[in-house]
């Protein structure tokens, strides 16, 4: 599974990268930026993408969650520290993971996630990860009795 990793913190985005690459993954980036990721979600087609919701200079991670699925059907799980619903999120977005996340937590998420984008039904949903069930996404990839 090759996921994009978009995060602006120069700690966290590396330790999420060395986190699942280990347990794995093909990791693109981390990328700090929304436009820089914009292109290269595009051009890599990674499986599923994590996104800070907060990035740096002021870009909005759930603006780039929002066009990477709508230009390109990459996935997005969302990523924040803050108290955030992201019910707007629903539309394009799988779900959220709330930070700090755990190693194994990260892990447990990515592959909660690859189970509802190959049409399974998830065997485990680790604490930090809320699934925003009935989302564009995932109606894309479930069969119809897979969502009710």
Known sequence: MKLLVVEDDPLIGPAVKAVLENAGYTVV?????????????????????????????????????????????????LMTGFDHHAAEARSFAMGLLRKPVMPDALVQAIGTASEILSGLRPSFKPAALELFTGSAVTAAVLPKAHTA
């Open 29 to 77: 980036g981390p990328l700090r930026d929304a436009a820089k990721a914009a292109r290269v979600g595009a051009r890599e087609c990674p499986d599923l993408a994590l996104v800070d919701v907060n990035l740096a200079g002021g870009e909005n991670g759930l603006v780039l969650a929002r066009r990477l699925w709508e230009e390109n059907g990459v996935p997005s799980l």
